[in-house]
C-alpha cells in the first residue's frame, strides 16, 4: 500500500514523499512522487491505491494530471452537473436525485480526470473497475480512509447508475465540436439480471392475509390502506386525492389520478403531475370505496387532501410505515400466524395479482396501474400467469373440439354463441373421468377404528392432533405436510421466528400412545391430499359487504381437514354468522369455485333483502 514519508527541511517547512512499490508487490518497483502539501499527498496516495499500486492515468511525474492544464468545465464534476441542469422533460425531484448521484457515487471515482478524450480522459477500464467497485461496495480512490463502507448495490441498481454515466459521457460525444470520439460505457459488461431479485423484493398478499393486516392496522390508517389495495395507486397518487377526483366513468364510481406526490430539488414534497403520462388515468372502483371516500370528503374544499396524517397535513411514508404499518404487520403475525413481511406498496402489487387471478386482461391491468408499456406489466407480473392455466387448457380443449363446453370466462363475455355453424365432430375423451372422484363425505366406515389393541401414533399439524393405526402413513402425512409448507417454515426462520411458532405450522413426527377406549376414530389407511380452491365474502345485515372479496385463492386439504377438504369441483353455502352473511365456496376447480362463488353471493344477498324487508314490515305493524 502507499504510504506518505515527511521530510522536514532547513527552512522549517516539510515535504510529503508518497512511496509505493510498482503493483504492490514486494519485487515491485519503488516509486515516488514528492508534494509541498501534507492534503496534497494524502490525495495522491489514495489515488495510487485505488489504481492496484499503479501512477493514475493521465498523472505526469513532477507536473500532476496533464488535464490540470485543460477547461475546468470539461472535468468530470462540473462537466456532468451541467449535463443534468440541461435536461429537459424530467421533475425537480428526478434532476436533484441525478446531481446527488453524481456526487456521491461517481465524482469519487472519476473526478480528477476529463470527459475528453487523450491523457487524463476517462477510459473504460476505469468505468469497469467502477462497475466492480460498485457491486463489490468498495470504496472510491477519493474516499477519505475513515469513510464509512459503501453499500454493495444490487444488479439493478448497478445497471441505472451505469445508465446515467452512459448518458453523461455520450453527451461528450455529441458535443458541438465532440469532445472525444467514443463512450467509455459502451460494451461494459454489466452484472446479470435474473429476474429473481424483483420477484423476491415483490410480496403477493392472499385474501385472508390482507384481511388480517386490515384488522390490525389502526383506525386512522385503515382508510387509506383499503384504497390502495382496491386501487392499485402507489402511494404518491393515493394520498395526494382530493374531493374533486372522485368521478364517475359509464355510470360506475371512479376516481380521476391526476397528480401526486413529488420532492423538488431542496427535497420538499410539492404536488405534481403523476410518474408518466399513462399514469394521468381514471380507475373504476366500487360502490363501498366510493361511499367511504365521498364520507371522508364531505365538507372539505374541493383541492383539500383526503387523506391526511394525525395532525392534519400529509401523510409522511416513513411516519405511516413506522407507526402504522409495521406495528399491523407484527400484530398480525402474533395474532394470526401472518409470515409474508410486504412493504406499503406491495398492496399494489397483491391488487395486480388479485386481477390476473380474476382473468382480467393485462392491457386493462396496464392501464389500471398506469404502466407507461404492456412490457412492464409482462415484466413485473407475467410470471404470475400460470393462475389462468385452467382457463388455457379448457379454452384450447374447447378450440381442438367444438362439441368440448364452452369454458366459463368465455361464456360470461357473450361468446356463448361462437361455435354455431361449426361442423360437430365426435368427443374425444380424456384424462379422468368425473366419477372417479370421491365425495369426501362418502368414506368407508372402515377405514376408522374406534377400539383395539396396540398403540396409535397421533402427529400433531397445523394445530390439531390426528391419530394413526400404522406409524407409516403417519408419517408419509408428516414428510408430505412438511414439504407443502416449506416455503413458509423457511420464510419464518428468515424473519426470526421461534422455533415452537414455526413448529406450529409444521408437523411432528409421530408420537406413540396407548389407545383408549372412547379416544375417537383412528386412520387405519392413507387419507387423501387435494389441492382445493376457496372464497369468502360477508355481508352486513344490509347487505353492503363488510370487506371486499379477494380472489379465489388454494392450497393443499387433507381429508382429515373437514372444514377445508372436498374432491367435488365446487360447492358453495350461506350462513349467519354473529349477524352477518356469509358466502363461502370451494372445489378443485378454480373456474367452477369462482361460478360457485358468484352464485354464493348471489344467495347471500337475498337473504339479506329478505331479512331487511321482514324488519320493515315489523316497524310498519
Known amino acids: 500500500m502507499a504510504y506518505i514519508k515527511k521530510r522536514d527541511k ?43 499500486q499503479q501512477w493514475p492515468p493521465g498523472w505526469t511525474r513532477g507536473q500532476g494530471f496533464v488535464v490540470d492544464r485543460r477547461r475546468a468545465d470539461v472535468m468530470f464534476e462540473p462537466f456532468a452537473l451541467a449535463y443534468v441542469d440541461r435536461l429537459t422533460g424530467i421533475q425537480g425531484d428526478t434532476r436533484s ?3 446527488k448521484e453524481i456526487r456521491e457515487n461517481m465524482a469519487p471515482w472519476f473526478g480528477p480526470y476529463s470527459v475528453e478524450g487523450g491523457e487524463g480522459g476517462i477510459v473504460r477500464t476505469m468505468v469497469q473497475e467502477w462497475v466492480n467497485d460498485l457491486e463489490a461496495g468498495r470504496l472510491a480512490p477519493l474516499d477519505p480512509r475513515d469513510r464509512k463502507p459503501r453499500t454493495a448495490y444490487a444488479p439493478k441498481t448497478v445497471h441505472n447508475k451505469h445508465g446515467l454515466l452512459s448518458a453523461i459521457l455520450q453527451s461528450a460525444v455529441d458535443a458541438e465540436p465532440s469532445l472525444r470520439a467514443a463512450n467509455p460505457c459502451a460494451k461494459t459488461r454489466l452484472p446479470r439480471l435474473d429476474g429473481a ?26 382508510d387509506l390502506a383499503e384504497t390502495m389495495a382496491e386501487t392499485g395507486f402507489r402511494w404518491g397518487e393515493a394520498t395526494a386525492l382530493q374531493p374533486r377526483d372522485l368521478r364517475r366513468r359509464n355510470g360506475r364510481p371512479a376516481i380521476r389520478v391526476q ?41 372539505l374544499a374541493q383541492d383539500a387532501l383526503i387523506f391526511t396524517g394525525p395532525e392534519g397535513g400529509k401523510w409522511d411514508p416513513g411516519t405511516f410505515r413506522r407507526l402504522r404499518w409495521i406495528p399491523a404487520i407484527e400484530l398480525a403475525a402474533e395474532r394470526y400466524g401472518l409470515i409474508k413481511r410486504p412493504r406499503i406498496h406491495d398492496l399494489r402489487h ?21 404502466h407507461e408499456s404492456i412490457t412492464t406489466t409482462v415484466d413485473r407480473y407475467g410470471h404470475l400467469l400460470d393462475a389462468l392455466d385452467d382457463e388455457v387448457v379448457a379454452a384450447v380443449e374447447w378450440a381442438m373440439d367444438p362439441t368440448a363446453p364452452l369454458p366459463g370466462f368465455l361464456a360470461d363475455s357473450g361468446l356463448a354463441s361462437a361455435t354455431d355453424g361449426l361442423p360437430r365432430v365426435p368427443r374425444q375423451p380424456s384424462g379422468l373421468a368425473q366419477e372417479s372422484w370421491k365425495d369426501a363425505g362418502d368414506t368407508p366406515q372402515e377405514d376408522f377404528v374406534e377400539h383395539g389393541n396396540g398403540p396409535v401414533f397421533v402427529i400433531t399439524l397445523g394445530g390439531r392432533e390426528v391419530p394413526f393405526a400404522d406409524r407409516r402413513h403417519a408419517q408419509d402425512v408428516v414428510d408430505q405436510w412438511n414439504d407443502d409448507h416449506e416455503e413458509e417454515s423457511a420464510a419464518m426462520r428468515a424473519d426470526g421466528w421461534p422455533e415452537e411458532k414455526i413448529a406450529r405450522h409444521g408437523a411432528l413426527a409421530p408420537e406413540e400412545r396407548e389407545r383408549r377406549p372412547g379416544g375417537g376414530p383412528v386412520w387405519t389407511r392413507m387419507p387423501e391430499r387435494q389441492f382445493v380452491y376457496s372464497a369468502l365474502a360477508s355481508y352486513e345485515a344490509d347487505g353492503t359487504l363488510t370487506y371486499e372479496p379477494l380472489p379465489v385463492s388454494g392450497r393443499w386439504r387433507w381429508e382429515f381437514e373437514h372444514d377445508g377438504f372436498t374432491t367435488r369441483s365446487a360447492e358453495f353455502r350461506t350462513e349467519s354468522r354473529h349477524g352477518a352473511m ?10 367452477a369455485v369462482s361460478r360457485a362463488f358468484e352464485r354464493a353471493r348471489g344467495e347471500a344477498l337475498e337473504v339479506c333483502v329478505k331479512n331487511r324487508n321482514a324488519d320493515l314490515a315489523g316497524t310498519q305493524a
Not at 380474476?358 to 398506469?370: F, H, M, T
Open 10 to 52: 532547513r527552512d522549517g517547512s516539510a515535504s510529503f514523499t508518497v512511496m509505493w512499490r510498482a503493483g504492490g508487490v514486494r519485487g515491485g518497483k519503488q516509486e515516488s512522487e514528492v508534494f509541498e502539501g501534507e492534503a496534497a499527498a494524502e490525495r495522491f496516495r489514495d489515488l495510487v491505491n485505488g489504481h492496484g
Open 97 to 99: 436525485k441525478y446531481k
Open 197 to 222: 431479485e424483483d420477484e423476491e423484493e415483490m410480496v403477493f398478499l392472499e385474501r385472508d392475509e390482507w384481511a388480517w393486516i386490515y384488522a390490525c392496522l389502526r383506525d386512522d390508517a385503515k
Open 259 to 299: 397528480r401526486a406526490w413529488k420532492k423538488d430539488e431542496d427535497g420538499k414534497s410539492v404536488l405534481g403531475a403523476p410518474k408518466t403520462k399513462k399514469s394521468r388515468r381514471t380507475a373504476v372502483i366500487t360502490h363501498k370505496l366510493d361511499r367511504m371516500l365521498r364520507r371522508r370528503a364531505k365538507g
Open 350 to 370: 397483491s391488487h395486480a395479482s388479485w386481477l390476473i387471478a380474476a382473468k382480467v386482461p393485462l392491457p386493462a391491468i396496464q392501464g389500471r396501474l398506469g
Open 582 to 591: 356469509e358466502a363461502h365456496a370451494r372445489g378443485i376447480n378454480r373456474s
